[in-house]
């Protein structure tokens, strides 16, 4: 089911960099394997693509081990211990 939901996340982050990225430029965002680019457009595609796969990869984890728990009753992972807000 991980692998699954890593996957899910990727994909979904991928699109949101992409219209995210649109905002910022009318080109796709540059890599890192360009030969010339703009250092200020790298660092702020790497930005944001760091940005949204860590954001998208949390809530999709989080959401994978709710539904864990909601069909098996135990919380995946090592202890289950729940963040006190």
């Keep these: 089911m991980g692998l699954i939901a890593g996957l899910v996340a990727g994909l979904l982050a991928r699109k949101i ?3 995210g990225w ?3 430029d009318d080109q796709a ?6 030969e010339q680019i703009s250092m200020k457009k ?6 944001l693509e760091g940005a949204v796969f860590t954001l998208v ?3 999709v984890d989080h959401g994978s081990r709710v539904a864990f ?4 009753g135990a919380w995946p992972g090592e202890s289950g ?3 006190e807000d």
């Design 22 to 24: 649109s905002a910022f």
């Design 42 to 47: 790298l660092v702020l595609a790497l930005l």
């Design 69 to 72: 728990r909601r069909y098996t």
């Design 57 to 59: 990869r949390g809530l």
């Design 29 to 34: 965002p540059p890599s890192p394997e360009e």
């Design 17 to 19: 960099v992409d219209r």
């Design 81 to 83: 211990k729940k963040d």
